[in-house]
T-cell receptor, first 112, second 114 residues
């Protein structure tokens, strides 16, 4: 079983739509959680951290449910420029390596 | 440009040949990571350095793979006796110790083994 699982999609949505991505992680020792964004043929970049209390950054809202080992990302009012692959990422509690464990990514295509 | 740089950007090699990739991290970052990404998958951790010390290696890193960071600055990743299964994008990332979760990735080196 993969440590971080995501629905690969693709999610095809019209501009202005609200779309949600989910992610589950298997290791209860997971300590920190993030969403990275990867544009086609580009490197991954940090989008936002995910906190238990939930956090928002503009049109983006991230939620963490530790009991269910579940992470979500909500994008409101989708823009064409949101088209990308969204990678769910965890860091384990043990050690302090900063090793990022990535899911396979969910692809979003926003259509005009 | 003060971001992470990687060279070469593309490498095509024949099976059995050795290849070496270079990564230049952001200058003030003391942590450097190597990841491998295949099509349709997220990056997979290979190894990381804090300054010049290699502190962790993944089981993915077979004996044919070796990485160095001789002076705590740039790093090299060498693959000996390449196999077709080594074809992938090799990504380098760097971070500072205090914010290891925010890793800045380079553009990657795409390796094709024929």
């Amino acid at each position: 079983r993969k440590e971080v699982e995501q629905d690969p999609g693709p999610f095809n949505v019209p501009e202005g739509a609200t779309v949600a991505f989910n992610c589950t992680y298997s290791n209860s020792a997971s300590q920190s959680f993030f969403w990275y964004r990867q544009d086609c043929r580009k490197e991954p970049k940090l989008l936002m951290s995910v906190y238990s209390s939930g956090n928002e950054d503009g049109r983006f809202t991230a939620q963490l449910n530790r009991a269910s080992q579940y992470i979500s990302l909500l994008i409101r009012d989708s823009k064409l420029s949101d088209s990308a692959t969204y990678l769910c990422v965890v860091i384990l509690r043990s050690g302090n390596t900063g090793k990022l464990i990535f899911g396979q990514g969910t692809t979003l295509q926003v259509k005009p | 440009d003060t971001g992470v740089s990687q060279n070469p950007r593309h490498k095509i090699t024949k099976r059995g040949q050795n290849v070496t990739f270079r990564c230049d991290p952001i200058s003030e970052h003391n942590r450097l990571y190597w990841y491998r990404q295949t099509l349709g998958q997220g990056p997979e951790f290979l190894t990381y350095f804090q300054n010049e010390a290699q502190l962790e290696k993944s089981r993915l890193l077979s004996d044919r793979f070796s990485a160095e960071r001789p002076k705590g600055s740039f790093s090299t990743l060498e693959i000996q006796r390449t196999e077709q299964g080594d074809s992938a994008m090799y990504l380098c990332a760097s971070s500072s110790v205090g914010t290891t979760y925010e890793q800045y990735f380079g553009p990657g080196t795409r390796l094709t083994v024929t």
